[in-house]
């Protein structure tokens, strides 16, 4: 009997093509999209360029009938404003800089969806994520390891993953690169093959989070600039325009080159300094995921990412009170954001993450 699997279908290339693989493959193939979008006016501002717009649904829809597989769309609208946005909104209110990628794998592809498709009677979910799950009888668990095109890897958003989830997801195109999912969307006939990768935050399509948030929250009390010192530099912007690390667009000359070094949300205060104070050896992490193992019972010599777009380094990983790690750097990183999230590595294989709580 076939294992029936529901493939998240984005309307993009990738998903598209997952779907067509499995079916290849000999599996009996649904496929679903999420609407996630807040209103009607909005998917209009984000139809070309959002993966769950109304455009993307088209894209899906016309991919399930050449594949010739069941189609469905998901209204989440309400669970994406609560898990997803609300959470981006109030992070950033904290002084934080949140990847709300992370909470959307968390909640919404691997949760809830998840939970539909186990109501639906699948065996599995699947994704067009480029990433690798495999099982290990030694550890007698699955585990996450990178995809074959390390360029467009995406374990580092992918660390939240449970065993339940691991145990039914697939992901078809670990083992391929970006230009062998576009021939095989070709060979496919899939009117997607050129279709170009999203790249914004989608509910963000234009990449003003300032404007954003204050619509958000109404929130838009100027701020100040202040040195390391506390010595008053200037006016700023409200604090949750900034991230830690950031030189341009700051409005703001010292005749020196600055940079945000901190944000002081309950003050609304931008501290700026020189470059040597936006590099640490070391962080606190929480909000902790393992794959490997349940718990960090002692020291772990890793590699570690503090963003998705940084190059690992090599650190300790050191369990501390409260459920939370401390993590030593051998060699300063720089810009180590609260928010974001820290992902450890061993080789190609994912050990685990948590988020960034402070620098050190």
Known sequence: MKKKVLVA?????????AAAILKEEGYEVYGATMQIWQTETEDELIREKSCCSLTAVDDARRVAHILDIPYY?????????KEVINYFVDEYIKGRTPNPCIM???????????KKAMVLGM???ATGHYAIIEYDKSLYRYILKRS??????????????TQEMLSKTIFPLGRFSKDEVRKLAEKFKLPVARKPDSQEICFIPDNDYGSFIEKETGINDEGVYVDTEGNILGKSKAYYNYTI???????ISTGKRMYVVDIKPEENKVVLGEED?????????????????????SE???????RYTAKEAKAKVIPVQNNKVLVKFYEKQRAITPGQSVVFYSGDIVVGGGIIEKAL
């Open 9 to 17: 279908m984005s309307g993009g290339v990738d998903s598209s093509v």
């Open 73 to 81: 769309v998901f209204n989440m609208k309400d669970d994406f404003k």
């Open 104 to 114: 959307c794998n968390r909640k919404i592809k691997f949760e809830l969806f998840l």
């Open 123 to 125: 065996d599995y979910i």
């Open 148 to 161: 074959k095109a390390r360029e467009k890897d995406q374990t580092y958003v992918l660390y939240n993953m």
């Open 245 to 251: 690390g950031q030189r341009k667009g700051l409005g």
């Open 277 to 297: 104070k936006v590099f640490s050896d070391g962080l606190i992490a929480s909000d902790l995921n393992f794959i490997l193992f349940d718990k960090l019972e």
């Open 300 to 306: 772990l010599e890793v590699t570690a990412k503090i």
